[in-house]
């Protein structure tokens, strides 16, 4: 009804104050994702931008629904101690009725191409200033085969950079140098579109942003001329193994890994897959990765300037 509609337009707006509009972090992490997404599914938020929870209509709402909540367009997902007999029957007694609909694929959703590096300031209330760095680079979704393991690679420097204390970055720049208090990155290969390998850190100097800009640049330099050893290697692919292992654990940590992997049209063979292809990683190819993908002009930077 209309009033259950104003009623949590309400409630919706409130949350998107409450987490993002009065949350600096928040608010540099929406604008560095709309400037280093740009033109992509991705460069909105899924709260949506105010002016979007504002103008929204209930039509609007029914209409979303009819275009895309149907069954040929449903991962159902049960896991545990269940006879699959009964579920199939039980799926098809409450879901078999409903007729399915096409669905229109979606046009080509690929990131324009960057023609610079592109640096954005977001000025906030905040304590300590935050910086934000990261390129736009392929999911398994969207590599063309020949480059489907430079993939596997970038997953693991993820983990060579910042995963842990021993991570290189961490060693580095936060405890050697001391021009960062914290620093962390992140790339989900199992994306519906194309990805982005992303760094968030907080620099040691309050006023001086860009020598972590500077430093973090340094240090992907450092591994591009010169190999990680192959203990280093090993120990990383130990690590992102086990957790991968562990990420499957209970019957929900299952069925949620598989209702996901099959909403963006991958299998569950293909989360098997990244085990072994995760070992057959060398030293050489994150060189060819570092080297590939991470060339200045195609980096977005934002920058967190307190006020």
Same mark, same amino acid.
């Given at each position: 009804?209309?009033?259950?509609?104003?009623?949590?337009?309400?409630?919706?707006?409130?949350?998107?104050?409450?987490?993002?509009?009065?949350?600096?972090?928040?608010?540099?992490?929406?604008?560095?994702?709309?400037?280093?997404?740009?033109?992509?599914?991705?460069?909105?938020?899924?709260?949506?931008?105010?002016?979007?929870?504002?103008?929204?209509?209930?039509?609007?709402?029914?209409?979303? !629904?009819?275009?895309?909540?149907?069954?040929?367009?449903?991962?159902?997902?049960?896991?545990?101690?269940?006879?699959?007999?009964?579920?199939?029957?039980?799926?098809?007694?409450?879901?078999?009725?409903?007729?399915?609909?096409?669905?229109?694929?979606?046009?080509?959703?690929?990131?324009?191409?960057?023609?610079?590096?592109?640096?954005?300031?977001?000025?906030?209330?905040?304590?300590?200033?935050?910086?934000?760095?990261?390129?736009?680079?392929?999911?398994?979704?969207?590599?063309?085969?020949?480059?489907?393991?430079?993939?596997?690679?970038?997953?693991?420097?993820?983990?060579?950079?910042?995963?842990?204390?021993?991570?290189?970055?961490?060693?580095?720049?936060?405890?050697?140098?001391?021009?960062?208090?914290?620093?962390?990155?992140?790339?989900?290969?199992?994306?519906?579109?194309?990805?982005?390998?992303?760094?968030?850190?907080?620099?040691?100097?309050?006023?001086?942003?860009?020598?972590?800009?500077?430093?973090? !640049?340094?240090?992907?330099?450092?591994?591009?001329?010169?190999?990680?050893?192959?203990?280093?290697?090993?120990?990383?692919?130990?690590?992102?193994?086990?957790?991968?292992?562990?990420?499957?654990?209970?019957?929900?940590?299952?069925?949620?890994?598989?209702?996901?992997?099959?909403?963006?049209?991958?299998?569950?063979?293909?989360?098997?897959?990244?085990?072994?292809?995760?070992?057959?990683?060398?030293?050489?190819?994150?060189?060819?990765?570092?080297?590939?993908?991470?060339?200045?002009?195609?980096?977005?930077?934002?920058?967190?300037?307190?006020?």
């Amino acid at each position: 009804t209309e009033k259950d509609f104003v009623s949590e337009q309400k409630v919706i707006l409130e949350e998107r104050r409450m987490r993002t509009d009065d949350d600096p972090i928040s608010l540099t992490s929406e604008q560095f994702s709309a400037a280093l997404k740009l033109a992509t599914p991705y460069q909105d938020p899924v709260i949506g931008w105010e002016r979007d929870i504002l103008n929204i209509k209930s039509s609007d709402m029914r209409q979303w !629904y009819e275009t895309w909540y149907e069954p040929n367009n449903a991962v159902i997902v049960v896991a545990g101690d269940v006879v699959a007999d009964q579920v199939f029957e039980l799926a098809n007694k409450y879901f078999g009725k409903i007729s399915p609909k096409k669905i229109n694929k979606n046009k080509n959703l690929s990131p324009v191409p960057q023609l610079g590096k592109k640096v954005i300031s977001v000025k906030a209330k905040a304590k300590v200033p935050t910086l934000m760095m990261g390129i736009q680079v392929p999911s398994l979704k969207t590599a063309v085969k020949e480059d489907k393991g430079d993939l596997y690679a970038l997953h693991l420097l993820s983990e060579i950079l910042t995963g842990g204390q021993s991570a290189i970055m961490e060693k580095s720049l936060v405890r050697e140098q001391q021009v960062a208090t914290s620093i962390r990155s992140s790339y989900d290969l199992f994306s519906k579109y194309d990805s982005s390998f992303v760094f968030f850190g907080t620099p040691a100097d309050k006023s001086n942003v860009e020598n972590l800009e500077k430093a973090i !640049y340094k240090s992907l330099l450092d591994i591009a001329n010169n190999p990680i050893s192959e203990g280093t290697l090993s120990s990383v692919k130990a690590r992102v193994i086990a957790h991968n292992v562990y990420a499957i654990e209970s019957p929900e940590d299952k069925a949620y890994l598989i209702g996901s992997l099959s909403s963006v049209g991958f299998s569950w063979e293909d989360y098997i897959e990244f085990v072994d292809k995760i070992r057959k990683v060398s030293s050489k190819q994150i060189q060819g990765v570092v080297k590939k993908y991470f060339v200045e002009d195609k980096f977005t930077i934002a920058k967190l300037i307190p006020t």
